[in-house]
């Protein structure tokens, strides 16, 4: 019988030592209520157990998932980081290869001038160092 029930039928018969035949029933139908009752509450506080159970497994998860996806974010931003570094050198060397082209075609010049310039002053060299002068040759260089 259940302990509530005992406890209301000691009230009960300590007051009137006896129990009727058409309570008898009434009773035992009671007992079989607060008995399904309290099967139906273990059932509830198992199936509650089982569902925070599955719960806190379920947080695992999520937890496990939040930290490989800020891994795969950080990674994703280092290597963002990186591509906006590679995209800045790329942009300084094309800057670089365009001034040195700009400064050499103008050295090139000077430095074939110059080549120039000595060979016709040795030319030059030459025809002074000969006995004949030819002061055409010596205007046209």
Do not use: C
Request: charged share 35%; net charge negative.
């Amino acid at each position: 019988m259940h302990r509530l029930l005992k406890r209301q039928i000691k009230k009960y018969v300590s007051r009137n030592l006896e129990v009727d035949e058409k309570y008898k029933k009434f009773i035992d139908a009671i007992n079989d209520a607060y008995n399904s009752y309290d099967s139906d509450l273990q059932m509830l506080d198992r199936s509650l157990k089982l569902s925070s159970t599955e719960l806190v497994e379920a947080n695992r998860g999520l937890r496990s998932q939040k930290q490989e996806l800020e891994a795969n974010l950080k990674q994703i931003r280092q290597m963002k980081d990186q591509l906006v570094l590679q995209e800045k050198m790329a942009s300084l060397g094309s800057l670089t290869a365009g001034i040195a082209h700009e400064i050499k075609n103008p050295l090139n010049f000077v430095n074939n001038f110059a080549d120039l310039s000595t060979d016709l002053l040795e030319e030059l060299k030459e025809l002074l160092e000969e006995d004949e002068m030819d002061l055409e040759e010596l205007a046209e260089i």
